[in-house]
């Protein structure tokens, strides 16, 4: 997914619904996790982000998050969020975004679980209006670093497949036609400039033909 440079980010906040409990204690829940999104809300707005929904975490998260198409996705969890990463992980699983978790959660299962699920910062009890800029800062430039990487890899991992092509369709060309491997890998490179394609497409193409005989 490639990120905007220049305009505002769009940012989707995911509330987790507090743990359920029993009259003042449901009460103290609810007052907390109030507290925790206007913190939150004050933070972003004051950064100059545009909070484009704010999402509750239940299966419907992943088709909304698909329509939305933010930059970015926040959770606001009080505690354990592995449910809520669940559906993270679906609606991010083709279109990777970058994700913040703020949480009181300090256990290693549960950050264990964050970091599998494609967090980018994972921010025990700190969740105060003037650290949300540093911190979407500092996971924006950790999720570019991590696609820079992994779109090195995958280019690695294409390039060494072509080259694997490209040698068993020479191999092809050498023994049906008798030709050095210096011959088989220019008449492969002309079949390539005739018909506009791509070396590693002339080769599977042969290759394509090969299997047919």
């Given at each position: 997914?490639?990120?905007?440079?220049?305009?505002?980010?769009?940012?989707?906040?995911v509330?987790?619904?507090?743990?359920?409990?029993?009259?003042?204690?449901?009460?103290?829940?609810l007052?907390?996790?109030?507290?925790?999104?206007?913190?939150?809300?004050i933070?972003?707005?004051?950064?100059?982000?545009?909070?484009?929904?704010?999402?509750?975490?239940?299966?419907?998260?992943?088709?909304?998050?698909?329509?939305i198409?933010?930059?970015?996705?926040?959770?606001?969890?009080?505690?354990?969020?592995?449910?809520?990463?669940?559906?993270?992980?679906?609606?991010?699983?083709?279109?990777?975004?970058?994700?913040?978790?703020?949480?009181?959660?300090?256990?290693p299962?549960?950050?264990?679980?964050?970091?599998?699920?494609?967090?980018?910062?994972?921010?025990?009890?700190?969740?105060?209006?003037?650290?949300?800029?540093?911190?979407?800062?500092?996971?924006?430039?950790?999720?570019?670093?991590?696609?820079?990487?992994?779109?090195?890899?995958?280019?690695?991992?294409?390039?060494?497949?072509?080259?694997?092509?490209?040698?068993?369709?020479?191999?092809v060309?050498?023994?049906?036609?008798?030709?050095?491997?210096?011959?088989?890998?220019q008449?492969?490179?002309?079949?390539?400039?005739?018909?506009?394609?791509?070396?590693?497409?002339?080769?599977?193409?042969?290759?394509?033909?090969?299997?047919?005989?």
């Amino acid at each position: 997914m490639k990120l905007p440079l220049q305009r505002t980010l769009r940012i989707v906040v995911v509330n987790t619904v507090p743990e359920s409990g029993t009259g003042g204690q449901a009460q103290q829940a609810l007052d907390a996790q109030a507290r925790r999104n206007a913190a939150l809300r004050i933070g972003l707005l004051e950064s100059g982000y545009d909070i484009v929904a704010s999402l509750p975490a239940d299966i419907f998260l992943p088709e909304r998050i698909a329509q939305i198409q933010p930059d970015m996705i926040i959770i606001d969890s009080e505690s354990d969020a592995r449910d809520v990463l669940e559906h993270i992980v679906i609606a991010t699983r083709d279109e990777p975004r970058p994700i913040v978790l703020f949480t009181d959660d300090q256990t290693p299962s549960s950050v264990d679980a964050a970091i599998a699920a494609g967090v980018s910062a994972y921010i025990v009890a700190g969740l105060h209006a003037e650290r949300v800029k540093p911190v979407l800062d500092v996971a924006m430039a950790r999720f570019r670093r991590e696609q820079k990487l992994l779109d090195e890899l995958t280019d690695t991992r294409r390039q060494l497949a072509d080259r694997k092509l490209i040698e068993r369709a020479k191999g092809v060309l050498m023994a049906k036609n008798r030709l050095s491997e210096e011959q088989a890998y220019q008449k492969l490179r002309s079949m390539a400039m005739n018909k506009n394609l791509r070396l590693a497409d002339v080769a599977q193409r042969v290759l394509d033909i090969e299997d047919l005989l």
